[in-house]
């Protein structure tokens, strides 16, 4: 059996899983940083209502950074721009990510930020900062029979249209994928979807995404059919006579998180026999793509997918020349 072939990005992973804990460092000017690490993760969370997905990688990141410190005599406190410059070129010399070596970075912007607003330090060291350009790749979409193989899996017919029982666990595992392509929503996004955020009667969703922003978005006739089903046949039973106000809940009856979700969508790619590189990202990014080729201008995807700036929801008319090449036909007075 051939061995997989190792790419730069796996290998950078191995080297960060591979990284010891930052428990107990052996510069004492590391200390202090720890504690003001504490007080950036929190404000984070009260400020900038991060997720604890986002929480969880700027402590990540730091950590690191505290390593490279301690091995490097480094005072955090007092690091300079040049010694700074010096920990993104260790790691780009050791083939890290491009990516991840990006993502350290802003981690590091975050926190000195922080640091200097909050008058920890001084200047900024990070100001002047920059990391390696990253290859643009265009978002990763599902193909028409790709979806339709993923939402048959808990589907309540199977391939050939042929009736089947669906137990609770999977009209749960429907509704929740379902849900994520209907509206484009986030994983976090439909972790944290509680009752109140559904409105069936109006045929809505509310969504908080990033920094708690709300947005409406519509929800289309199947999607409400299977939510519903769920709501009142699976939901009571995975509860368990246990009481939450989130709308989707575990196999145990609790609100089911992310990362639950997360792995759901791995098993039920394998068992569609898809891709098992694609994610549950894949599925706003189909979304997206999808609305845009049915014509929605660019401004309602905008809105609903959450978007802060329009260039960032452009990058989804890239992926279908067709309609590129229909606006062009349309709006051009030659064509």
């Not at 350290?104 to 930020?113: E, I, N, P, V």
């Not at 849900?179 to 908080?208: H, P």
């Amino acid at each position: 059996m051939a061995r997989p072939v190792k790419t730069r990005a796996s290998k950078a992973r191995a080297r960060e899983k591979a990284e010891p804990p930052v428990d107990a460092p052996s510069n004492d000017d590391v200390a202090p940083s720890l504690a003001l690490l504490d007080g950036f993760i929190e404000s984070l969370k009260v400020e900038k209502a991060a997720s604890d997905h986002t929480m969880r990688s700027y402590r990540t990141d730091l950590e690191s950074f505290l390593r490279w410190c301690s091995r490097k005599n480094v005072d955090p406190l007092h690091a300079t721009h040049r010694q700074l410059r010096g920990y993104l070129g260790e790691m780009d010399a050791a083939r890290y990510a491009r990516s991840t070596i990006n993502r350290r970075l802003s981690s590091l912007r975050g926190f000195y930020g922080w640091m200097s607003l909050n008058g920890y330090i001084g200047a900024d060291p990070t100001g002047a900062l920059s990391g390696p350009k990253q290859n643009k790749h265009l978002p990763h979409v599902l193909k028409h029979d790709e979806m339709t193989r993923l939402l048959l899996v808990n589907a309540s017919v199977d391939a050939s249209g042929n009736p089947r029982e669906q137990t609770a666990r999977e009209l749960r595992n429907q509704a929740v994928l379902e849900f994520l392509y209907a509206c484009g929503a986030r994983i976090s996004e439909a972790a944290g979807l509680t009752l109140g955020d559904v409105d069936f009667e109006q045929r809505q969703v509310k969504i908080f995404g990033k920094g708690r922003k709300e947005r409406i978005v519509p929800l289309h006739d199947l999607c409400i059919e299977t939510m519903q089903r769920y709501l009142i046949e699976a939901r009571p039973q995975l509860l368990g006579g246990k009481d939450t106000d989130r709308f989707f809940v575990s196999n145990k009856g609790n609100p089911m998180s992310a990362d639950s979700m997360r792995k759901m969508f791995k098993d039920t790619v394998r068992a569609a026999g898809l891709d098992d590189r694609l994610s549950p990202h894949d599925m706003r990014h189909t979304f997206a793509t999808d609305l845009l080729d049915g014509d929605a201008d660019l401004r309602s995807v905008q809105e609903m997918l959450g978007h802060a700036s329009l260039s960032t929801t452009q990058i989804y008319t890239h992926l279908s020349p067709a309609r590129l090449k229909q606006a062009h036909n349309q709006a051009h007075p030659r064509a």
